[in-house]
């Protein structure tokens, strides 16, 4: 199908929206002055490699490429299965910001619900990466279930207000498939996990981008919209955990190293009885992130926020992989001091529980 009629629309309509163009031309511009570039990408499993194989990512394949096309690029992927726009939010700082990057790419259409509070955290980490102080280049990657989840509607709408450059996967392949010249085993090794021939068509995609911007006219300069589309209550998003906050109590919990990508959690030490951790936060909104296990011995606990019941979570999850899942326990319009309490559910006391963090803004 390479090099055919076929294959050259499949690109076409790869690129959902070329968007604003300027910033992408920057850095093309710098790197062929020899600058050297910093791209992040962010997203769950697919982005993050998974049955890609050693160095068959379509990830670390399209940096490749821009690097021997244009220039130098430091690669940078904190990607991680299971992950989606929350966890990425939360973690946004540290992950993303702090390598003050010259273009990011983001990819979570698989892993994001379409609830109102997931298009919401989805725009809020947009605007967050797109006015951060090194004014990259984002660019947004729709992904594709063999069942057709995605989560494209809403996140391009969103695209389209920001004018960002789209990149879909659904749109690329669901006619060849409709058509019989491809099947998802061509493309998947699962349900939603690309083989090593699917990264490499994804790896196409992207690098069909880099092209066609190249050959463009320069756009002006970039303005972001200052309204949202669907809301940015989250855009100030922070993360919580034991290396930046005071605990007034720790109670049954241990500060503990617990991930490695949320690293300073708190752990359940069921040999000291069932008493609470207690933090105090002012915020508006606030998330908390745990562990989620398949080991039977995983329990659940109570959160209270000053002294009413928030959430009961569940940290077992037949599925689970000890993988980060984030819950919301407040969205408000008034920012204030609050009292977190969080302990274990009384039948669950000689079981375990880890949270990873907290986001609050």
């Not at 910093?38 to 998974?50: D, H, K, M, P, W």
């Not at 160095?55 to 989606?84: E, T």
């Not at 993303?96 to 997931?118: C, G, H, M, R, W």
């Not at 989250?234 to 991930?259: H, P, R, W």
Request: glycine share 6%.
């Amino acid at each position: 199908m390479v090099g055919t009629n076929y294959h050259r629309e499949l690109l076409e309509r790869s690129l959902v929206a070329m968007g604003n163009n300027s910033r992408m031309k920057r850095a093309i511009s710098n790197a062929r002055a020899g600058r050297e570039l910093t791209f992040v990408y962010l997203g769950g499993s697919i982005t993050s490699g998974y049955n890609g194989g050693e160095d068959g990512c379509y990830a670390l394949l399209s940096c490749d490429y821009f690097c021997n096309r244009f220039g130098k690029v430091n690669y940078v992927n904190v990607s991680y299965p299971a992950s989606n726009s929350t966890l990425g939010l939360i973690r946004a700082e540290e992950d993303v910001l702090a390598y003050k990057p010259d273009v990011v790419f983001i990819d979570y259409a698989v892993n994001d619900t379409k609830e109102s509070v997931s298009r919401e955290v989805f725009e809020s980490l947009i605007r967050r990466i797109v006015k951060s102080d090194s004014r990259p280049a984002v660019v947004l990657l729709f992904m594709i279930s063999d069942v057709c989840y995605t989560c494209q509607g809403h996140m391009q709408a969103i695209g389209e207000h920001y004018n960002l450059p789209m990149i879909s996967c659904k749109d690329a392949l669901l006619t060849e498939i409709e058509a019989g010249r491809m099947t998802w085993a061509d493309f998947l090794t699962d349900n939603i996990h690309p083989n090593s021939s699917g990264h490499k068509l994804l790896a196409e995609l992207v690098t069909n981008y880099f092209d066609c911007v190249d050959t463009c006219e320069e756009d002006p300069e970039y303005i972001m919209p200052d309204e949202p589309f669907y809301g940015n209550s989250f855009e100030e998003m922070k993360q919580l955990d034991n290396s930046n906050t005071y605990v007034q109590a720790i109670g049954s919990f241990d500060a503990v190293d617990s991930s490695y990508r949320f690293p300073n959690g708190w752990a359940y030490n069921n040999a000291t009885g069932n008493m609470s951790l207690v933090i105090k936060q002012e915020c508006k909104s606030l998330f908390l992130v745990h562990k989620e296990s398949n080991r039977l011995d995983t329990g659940s606990i109570e959160v209270y926020l000053d002294d009413k019941l928030a959430a009961s979570i569940q940290g077992y999850a037949s599925l689970g992989f000890d993988n980060p899942v984030a819950t919301l326990l407040l969205k408000d319009n008034i920012s204030k001091t609050r009292t977190i309490s969080v302990r274990m559910s009384s039948q669950d006391i000689f079981k375990e529980f880890t949270i990873l963090a907290f986001g609050y803004c």
